[in-house]
T-cell receptor
Framework: ELKVEQNPLFLSMQEGKNYTIYCNYS?????LYWYRQDPGKSLESLFV?????AVKQEGRLMASLDTKARLSTLHITAAVHDLSATYFC??????????????FGKGTKLTVNP | KAGVTQTPRYLIKTRGQQVTLSCSPI?????VSWYQQTPGQGLQFLFE???????NKGNFPGRFSGRQFSNSRSEMNVSTLELGDSALYLC?????????????FGQGTRLTVV
């Protein structure tokens, strides 16, 4: 069964610093998603990565996908307090018959300190 | 364009009771998936519906059930509630069954079983 591992699970960083969150998954998949969740809120879609080598950037966040290594990264540049949230990666897992579900990592709780 | 609407937002129930949660997908979206989020287990897939048919189900006991109506609205039901059913239940809608269509999440229903 597909397993998705994120690290670190907790990340405390200072404003202005850079850091990377890693997402490894156990079986072949060409689609990976990054979501953001604020406390008590729902999941907000950040990036959809659909092919090997895909790179997407939005503001201070950049996500990439290496399907051969089964690895995605979420890079944070010059962090600001507003980025404090929990970040999840998710990968499609295929059922017999072709339907799919999302398998999520446990999330990375990011705290950006002034 | 209205997003995914889940009702109620908060529920408190007693062990042994049953509960029904509702999800209205984005207009035009025909696929609805349900996920359970707990601190211990993280985000876990419950089931997916398309055209009033359950396409697949996650590894949950039979106490968890759902249905979808002709207008694509979906309900999930949990019978004989247990303390461990306390969780945030998230509904996601997509244009058609995945893959290749992005899932958008509702605000969730926070269920507390006492």
């Amino acid at each position: 069964e597909l397993k998705v591992e994120q690290n670190p699970l907790f990340l405390s960083m200072q404003e202005g610093k850079n850091y990377t969150i890693y997402c490894n998954y156990s079986t072949t998949s060409d689609r990976l998603y990054w979501y953001r969740q604020d406390p008590g809120k729902s999941l907000e879609s950040l990036f959809v990565l659909l092919s090997n080598g895909a790179v997407k950037q939005e503001g201070r966040l950049m996500a990439s996908l290496d399907t051969k290594a089964r690895l995605s990264t979420l890079h944070i540049t010059a962090a600001v307090h507003d980025l404090s949230a929990t970040y999840f990666c998710a990968v499609d897992s295929v059922f017999q018959g072709g339907s799919e579900k999302l398998v999520f990592g446990k999330g990375t709780k990011l705290t950006v300190n002034p | 364009k209205a997003g995914v609407t889940q009702t109620p937002r908060y529920l408190i129930k007693t062990r042994g009771q049953q509960v029904t949660l509702s999800c209205s997908p984005i207009s035009g979206h025909r696929s609805v998936s349900w996920y359970q989020q707990t601190p211990g287990q993280g985000l876990q897939f419950l089931f997916e519906y398309f055209s009033e048919t359950q396409r697949n189900k996650g590894n949950f006991p039979g106490r968890f059930s759902g249905r979808q109506f002709s207008n694509s609205r979906s309900e999930m039901n949990v019978s004989t509630l247990e303390l461990g059913d306390s969780a945030l239940y998230l509904c996601a809608s997509s244009l058609s069954p995945r893959p290749n269509t992005e899932a958008f999440f509702g605000q969730g229903t926070r269920l507390t079983v006492v």
